[in-house]
């Protein structure tokens, strides 16, 4: 697909912007002035449903709860029904980092079937159009790696919450179209009532639309399996640019270390003492091919 054009009718001269111009028989290039502004889209498409983003709130709230760290939720647009599936994806909570294992991973790991669930939950024609993910109980932001991601993922809507375990979430909202970040207007994307605008002045529908976007959801059900799809961070040989991990590698063999591509996590460990030990032994190995 094309993601760039070129307009012949605009040059741009040493920082300056030009047109086609005439004056008679005269025709040249005049300079113009332009406004610096960051670029706005437009959603005119399905809008996603009060009751789903509830449900990505609550499971967020719950897979901090199981994970201490970031969780990760797809979101899928439909163009023929001008409906979302928003679905969590099988994913590794990584501290303030969240890794979206895929399938060669998920196998050795024993959990391939958990991929093939989610693509057997998402409906046929519905593509990925987005993403929600949160950030702890930081507030919520852009980060490099998610503007990295979102840059090279398919165009869409991109959403970060902050604040998670508060009385009170942040957001940060942005849609990227071909690799260009713009701003959004959450209206544009949520489904909320129309009476709201009509008996609303213009500053206190805006103080509806946050309530209802960063209040943290009360007795709000998820899919079960969204929980289920939240893994342990695994500890484990695997090879990287072209060498094998082994103990010799590394200063110090540890107590329990896993056997060639054996994947071991914090809670098939013996003690706290033993988990602690593999992970400072695979950042020092890691650390050898950054």
Same mark, same amino acid.
């Given at each position: ?23 008679? %028989? ?7 002035? /332009? ?7 437009? !959603? ?8 789903? !983003? ?18 990760? /939720? ?5 163009? $023929? ?5 928003? !679905? ?9 980092? /969240? ?18 669930? $989610? ?35 398919? %165009? ?34 949520? %489904?909320?009532?129309?009476? !709201? ?9 805006? =103080? ?10 009360? %007795?709000?059900?998820?899919? $079960?399996?969204?929980? =289920? ?47 602690? =030990? ?7 190995? =890691?650390?050898?091919?950054?």
């Amino acid at each position: 697909m094309k993601t760039e054009s070129v307009c012949e009718n605009i040059i741009v001269h040493e920082n300056k912007i030009y047109v086609p111009a005439h004056a008679g %028989d005269f025709h040249f290039w005049q300079q113009i002035q /332009v406004r610096n502004a960051k670029p706005l889209a437009t !959603w005119t498409g399905g809008k996603i449903l009060p009751g789903q !983003w509830q449900s990505i709130l609550a499971f967020f709230e719950a897979g901090y709860k199981k994970s201490d760290g970031e969780n990760h /939720v797809n979101l899928y647009y439909d163009q $023929s029904n001008k409906t979302w599936t928003p !679905w969590a994806a099988p994913q590794i909570p990584e501290g303030m980092h /969240v890794k979206l294992p895929d399938r060669e991973e998920l196998r050795t790991m024993g959990k391939e079937y958990l991929l093939d669930e $989610s693509d057997k939950a998402v409906p046929v024609g519905a593509m990925l159009t987005g993403t929600v993910h949160h950030h702890c109980r930081a507030d919520a932001f852009q980060s490099g790696t998610d503007a990295h991601d979102e840059k090279n993922m398919v %165009d869409g809507l991109h959403i970060t919450v902050g604040g998670i375990g508060t009385k009170t979430y942040s957001l940060h909202g942005r849609l990227y179209m071909r690799r260009i970040s713009m701003g959004i207007d959450w209206n544009d994307w949520f %489904d909320f009532p129309d009476e !709201w605008k009509r008996v609303l002045p213009p500053a206190l529908f805006e =103080d509806a639309v946050e309530y209802v976007m960063t209040t943290p959801p009360k %007795d709000v059900s998820f899919p $079960s399996a969204w929980l =289920d799809n939240v893994l342990e961070k695994s500890v484990g040989f695997r090879t990287a640019v072209g060498v094998n991990y082994t103990p010799y590698q590394s200063s110090f063999t540890p107590p329990g270390l896993p056997a060639r591509n054996e994947y071991k996590t914090k809670a098939s460990c013996a003690s706290e003492r033993e988990w602690d =030990d593999l992970v400072a032994w695979r950042r020092e190995l =890691d650390g050898q091919f950054d």
